[in-house]
């Protein structure tokens, strides 16, 4: 996912992203979760009606543990 890239490298274009309905399972999920770890831009994410299981929500969840500036999820 190109996104995936835009958010690792803090663009600062996007400070809001809306995934819903985009069959976002547990590999993008996670690869998402690593770039959100070291994002300073995205303030608003929403990945509602997505395929994320267990695996996939904990590295989210992990990720959200660092991350300072998303504040709506």
Known sequence: MQIIHRIANN?????????????IGNAEAEALAKALKTNQTLTTLDLSCNKIGHKGATAIATALKTNQTLTSL
């Not at 663009?11 to 069959?23: C, G, I, M, V």
Request: charged letters at 40%; hydrophobic letters at 25%.
């Open 11 to 23: 663009d600062p274009s996007l400070t809001e992203l809306d995934l819903k309905n985009d069959t």
